[in-house]
């Protein structure tokens, strides 16, 4: 269980390193958007977090269920505005929307206990 639970913890950081680093990348320039790479990684997020809060029950780990479910939420706004405006020209509002959420829910995971 621990090497699973390793893997699928490595997975998520990729997935909102997948997030964090496009946004990073596009702050000073001028036209924004949001990229597949960002898409995904809002997908890896939410299949990776799911994951590892199953793996977290099987090994008699019972999680804070506030947390998750706040985490849940952040994570499915965060992957249904990318969705939503992945196509778009120059979706300045919801890449801001999106880059934000992702802070908030890095620091719900860490800051939270």
Not at 16 to 25: D, F, N, Q, S
Not at 42 to 51: F, K, N
Not at 71 to 97: Q, S
């Amino acid at each position: 269980m621990s090497v699973l639970r390793t893997v699928l913890l490595v997975l998520h950081l990729v997935g909102v390193a997948a997030l964090l680093g496009p946004a990073l990348e596009q702050l000073t320039a001028k036209a924004k958007r949001i990229t597949m790479l960002m898409v995904w990684g809002a997908r890896a997020q939410i299949v990776t977090g799911l994951a590892l809060t199953g793996v977290a029950y099987a090994s008699d780990h019972e999680p804070d269920h506030v947390k998750i479910a706040v985490k849940l939420l952040i994570a499915l706004a965060i992957a249904g505005v990318a969705e939503a405006t992945r196509k778009r020209e120059n979706p300045v509002v919801p890449f801001w929307i999106v880059t934000g959420l992702t802070l908030v829910n890095v620091v719900v995971a860490v800051a939270w206990r």
